[in-house]
């Protein structure tokens, strides 16, 4: 009897888990077209994704630190998903609409790839894709699924790989993960973090051969993007990655966990609920699987427990970096969706089967919040009355995704890297302060009021450098905000000592002037 009650509620609570999945689904999905109407996930991050993007359309892959025709460069953002966005731009989709499709789809085989992997690892359909659903749960991976950014399909890639190896590890599936693992580094560095969670899998289970088959291949093919990439882009992607990778000092490495935990509490509660419970899971099953591991057998909780380790790892350094948002989340988040449905399957940990619904229902009820505010107007209204609102004439924007919707490459394609290579290099800043000494731009797009008090915090260890503002408060005067963005035109002739301001003959090769709005 007790035996038939404890299976009834095990079925409710499955019944309840697969439901919970369907509604977390439905509302991401119904949700999706507010979301892109709205323009609420895009800012400045994303305009340096698409800019990226917009410059491969045009034949460069990466352009220089400074370069009279294009601008400013500066990345630290690998090509994957944004050669899929330019190839798109090249098959003629919108510059939104390329993005916002590369996005929903790595969603979509993010699932897949959660899906085979917990298949992998034993659990039924069912609540294999009901865990896999999960990874959606957070706002990380709901915010990413309509930012134009490239930040689920490492992730997706990831759980690929590892699906490949979860149950048998051959030489054709080690070789199928590697070829994945390699591309998720394509899309984004941290993703090395998963094949280090296959090399530790394989080794456990006493595949040592497999492991370092996989670690070797995954190193090569490694290497093979970066030596790729470099080559293509004419040698200036490593040159720029020493510019602008690192930028975080030993101050940035120890607040790292601190900015995580209140990204979690503050911007993302659904995520917090999903990493807590399956950290507490993992825990719960610890003491068991530290007997099997001793005994030789390896629990299926393993391979998705040695992810999430491994990802939080991964997280811990990249947030040492003052630039890193939420968005670095996704990773972790869907490591801990699976290490939850790894977990489900041990009798010991009836935790997991009671916090994934509450998982779930968090899930749905941030992607319904999050859908009723995008039915409002959003940011893309903002970013259109701005571009309606620019004289004629070539435009500095803060947010690069302002002159890429009038029509313009971005003179600056990502404010941020230049403050940081500048700091290397401060004849970067000169070059672009001295322009703006001169009058070149008809117009300049800020996000913050240079008059307010936080403007200096802001510009100091963010966007553009205090060195650029200066020249920007000097000589160019408030013409209006719309929303967010502050627009700035130039003071009038001769309120400024030795200003001379351009004519249009002057005006900077390669910068367009601003056309009809996309």
Not at 169 to 193: E, H, I
Not at 469 to 481: H, K, M, Q
Request: glycine share 12%; with cysteine; hydrophobic share 55%.
């Amino acid at each position: 009897m007790r035996a038939r009650g404890r299976d009834a509620r095990g079925a409710g609570a499955e019944r309840l888990l697969l439901g919970l999945a369907a509604a977390l689904v439905l509302a991401n999905a119904l949700r999706l077209p507010a979301a892109w109407a709205s323009g609420n996930a895009l800012n400045h991050v994303s305009g340096a994704w698409m800019a990226l993007a917009d410059d491969l359309a045009h034949g460069t892959l990466y352009r220089p630190l400074h370069d009279a025709a294009l601008g400013y460069g500066g990345t630290r953002y690998f090509p994957l998903v944004f050669a899929g966005h330019a190839a798109l731009l090249r098959a003629g989709v919108g510059l939104l609409e390329a993005g916002w499709l590369l996005s929903a789809a790595a969603g979509a085989l993010l699932v897949a790839g959660g899906f085979l992997l917990l298949r992998g690892l034993g659990l039924r359909r069912g609540p294999a894709l009901a865990y896999a659903v999960l990874a959606l749960g957070g706002f990380a991976a709901q915010h990413a699924l309509s930012a134009g950014r490239g930040d689920l399909l490492p992730v997706a890639l990831s759980a690929l790989g590892l699906a490949a190896i979860a149950r048998r590890a051959g030489r054709g599936r080690v070789a199928l993960a590697a070829v994945l693992l390699a591309l998720a580094f394509a899309a984004k560095p941290s993703a090395l973090s998963a094949a280090a969670a296959g090399v530790a899998w394989l080794a456990l289970r006493g595949r040592r051969r497999a492991a370092g088959a996989l670690a070797a291949a995954v190193a090569t093919l490694g290497a093979a993007v970066l030596g790729a990439t470099d080559a293509l882009s004419g040698g200036r992607f490593l040159a720029i990655l020493r510019a602008c990778a690192v930028d975080a000092d030993l101050h940035g490495v120890a607040r790292a966990p601190l900015r995580i935990a209140e990204e979690l509490v503050v911007a993302d509660p659904a995520g917090l609920i999903l990493v807590v419970a399956a950290a507490v899971a993992v825990a719960v099953v610890g003491r068991p699987l530290a007997r099997a591991l001793g005994r030789g057998a390896v629990p299926a909780i393993l391979l998705p427990a040695l992810w999430l380790a491994a990802a939080a790892g991964a997280a811990v350094v990249v947030f040492a970096s003052p630039g890193a948002g939420m968005n670095h989340l996704v990773e972790v988040e869907a490591a801990a969706a699976l290490a939850l449905g790894a977990a489900s399957r041990d009798p010991a940990a009836r935790f997991a089967r009671l916090a994934a619904p509450v998982a779930a229902a968090a899930g749905v009820a941030l992607a319904l919040a999050t859908w009723r505010a995008d039915l409002r107007p959003g940011r893309l209204d903002e970013l259109r009355a701005t571009v309606r609102a620019l004289p004629a004439g070539p435009v500095l924007s803060e947010d690069p995704t302002v002159p890429l919707l009038a029509g313009a490459r971005p003179v600056v394609a990502d404010p941020w890297m230049l403050r940081v290579a500048a700091a290397g290099d401060p004849a970067l800043a000169r070059g672009l302060a001295d322009d703006l000494a001169r009058g070149r731009y008809a117009a300049v797009v800020l996000f913050e009021d240079l008059d307010s008090p936080g403007a200096a915090r802001w510009y100091a260890g963010r966007n553009l450098g205090l060195a650029i503002v200066a020249e920007i408060r000097a000589g160019y005067r408030p013409a209006g905000r719309i929303g967010r963005y502050h627009l700035y035109v130039p003071r009038a002739r001769g309120s400024r000592r030795g200003e001379a301001r351009l004519s249009a003959a002057d005006d900077p090769p390669g910068v367009v002037t601003p056309r009809r709005p996309r």
